[in-house]
């Protein structure tokens, strides 16, 4: 059995900065993370981040990771990568499976920053060859450098959507038109704007009938939806892709709270089931902290600010202070309230007045 | 309009530009930010407060067209790349525009490029005039060109052929 003070379950945006906060206060840390790199998805985010200075707006999201990962690395966290968290028990324990060696920790306080898995959409022919997620479709440009094929059909205008048409674009692959069931553009109009301009057509109130090709994807069949989501006879489209790439939302991965036992909420503007928490993003146990997606879908810039709160409040739980705590505390909190603030922040704010503690 | 196909309407257009009189002074920002979101490093990166400071992160952006030079230190810097800029005193018959550009191959200087519309749709032929990519741009590289003055309200964005 491995004891440490705070353990951090995820090497995201959420989890980098909840790792930083919590050794900053003088926690010893542990990080987790499933995959061979930290960073998450930061690291296939090749625009501009929105948001103000002190989310790094301005940067782009692969350069913020090298800062997050050069900060961790001046600390005292220790970063196990390849490292799933299998369990949590009712004592505390924690399970990590790595490298095919099972071992056991367990933490004073844990802060789970797992983040979000992506939706599917039910079609005909969903699961042949050629139909990605959006993530995956990002993996493969902007990890592996492979191209993930000619033609593009794009499922959705939400900013994931919108952000992945663009780089494909930049990766010289055609994208033929984006998609989206809702009367509206869900992501940026800006992001909408600069694709639009590439001469892409953006078609809402749109869906995907079917799917069709031999051994992969050949032609996608569109349709348009009316006032009440039904389908319009007679305005069925045709598309020649070899690719098409679902991006229509996010749902917390939240398996690791469901065992742990804290108190669960179905909240429809989070996108599935959330934690219920309080303003320090503790759970309804007091060793169970949150950060980032697996509390709800938002963008990365709120992820990160969640991160730094959660990190500072599990260490102070443990009487690990922060020698800036008040300031730093009273600063992460005004960024999250004017980040969720406008427009953009509406469902944000509805699921919190349902998700909390 | 702009919230169902992500083309901004004339009248939008129109709203985002100054007077003529502004524009017959030379190098000016045009910004096309119509929706608050929580970003602001157009005002944070104006060195010559030009643009009004925001009081909320979500305020959409308010240019003061007078002390505006066009210095397009907010170009770059704008993570929706809805900034641009516009010297109208270019020539008689051409209008200079400055925009952000982060496909390639760049064009080279005296290169004739595609002009297109907000829709994508070609509009004009355009001359490219400066191609500038120093690292303070980050990666988003400003290109110049010269358009006909009948274009200035439609111009925005172009297309390189090899």
């Known amino acids: 059995m491995k004891y440490v003070e705070v353990l951090v379950v995820g090497g995201g945006p959420a989890g980098l900065c909840a790792a930083i906060s919590a050794a900053e206060s003088g926690a010893e840390v542990l990080l987790t993370e499933r995959s061979s790199i930290l960073g998450g998805q930061l690291i296939k985010q090749t625009h501009m981040f929105f948001g103000s200075e002190k989310q790094y707006a301005g940067t782009r999201g692969i350069d913020i990771t090298d800062i997050l990962i050069d900060k961790v690395a001046e600390l005292n966290v220790e970063v196990m990568k390849d490292a799933n968290v299998l369990s949590v028990y009712e004592d505390g324990v924690i399970s990590i499976e790595q490298n095919g060696k099972y071992m056991k920790v367990r933490p004073e306080r844990i802060i789970i920053a797992t983040g979000a898995s992506e939706k599917s959409l039910a079609f005909p022919n969903n699961d042949m060859p050629g139909i990605y997620g959006a993530g995956a479709v990002q993996t493969l440009m902007n990890i592996h450098g492979v191209k993930p094929g000619h033609d593009v059909l794009m499922v959705g205008a939400g900013n994931i959507g919108l952000i992945v048409s663009y780089q ?7 994208v033929k ?4 069931a809702s009367p509206t553009i869900g992501g940026y109009l800006v992001h909408a704007s600069k694709i ?3 001469g892409v057509p953006i078609l809402t109130r749109h869906t995907v009938k079917r799917a069709d090709g031999n051994d992969s994807l050949e032609r996608a069949t569109i349709v348009e939806l009316n006032e009440k989501w039904q389908e319009i006879p007679g305005t069925e489209k045709e598309f020649d892709v070899d690719v098409m790439c679902v991006s229509v939302g996010l749902s917390p991965l939240s398996e690791l709270l469901f065992q742990s036992g804290c108190e669960m909420k179905y909240v429809r503007e989070f996108g599935g089931y959330v934690p219920l928490r309080d303003s ?5 146990l007091d060793h169970i902290y949150i950060a980032g997606d697996v509390g709800g879908i938002e963008e990365a810039s709120s992820a990160m600010v969640e991160g730094h709160i959660a990190g500072l409040a599990a260490a102070m739980s443990i009487d690990k202070q922060h020698p800036a705590f008040e300031s730093l505390y009273k600063d992460y909190q005004e960024q999250l309230d004017s980040l969720r603030a406008g427009h953009a922040g509406d469902h944000i704010r509805a699921g919190m007045a349902k998700a909390s503690l | ?3 169902r ?8 257009v129109a709203s985002s530009f100054p007077s003529m009189e502004r524009l017959a002074k030379g190098p000016v920002a045009i910004i096309e930010c119509f929706q608050r979101i929580p970003c602001n490093p157009c005002a944070t990166s104006c060195k010559r407060g030009a643009m009004i400071p925001f009081e909320d992160i979500n305020d959409l952006p308010n240019l003061d067209h007078e002390t505006c030079n066009g210095c397009s230190l907010c170009v770059f810097n704008c993570p929706g790349l809805a900034i641009m800029v516009v010297d109208y005193t270019y020539s008689d018959t051409h209008v200079s525009f400055k925009i952000p550009y982060e496909f390639l191959p760049l064009p080279q200087v005296g290169q004739m490029v595609k002009g ?9 032929r355009a001359e490219v005039l400066q191609v500038m990519n120093s690292k303070v741009m980050d990666r988003t ?9 009948e274009h200035l309200m439609t111009f925005r964005n172009i297309k390189v052929v090899s």
């Open chain 1, 196 to 198: 639009r301009r590439m």
């Open chain 2, 116 to 124: 297109l519309d907000r829709q994508g749709n070609e509009i004009c």
């Open chain 1, 280 to 284: 320090n993003l503790k759970t309804s």
């Open chain 2, 1 to 3: 309009m702009l919230e």
């Open chain 1, 168 to 174: 494909l674009m930049q990766a010289g692959v055609n």
């Open chain 1, 177 to 180: 038109a984006i998609l989206d």
């Open chain 2, 141 to 149: 590289p400003l290109i110049t060109l010269a358009v006909e003055k």
């Open chain 2, 5 to 12: 196909t992500g083309i901004a309407s004339k009248e939008q």
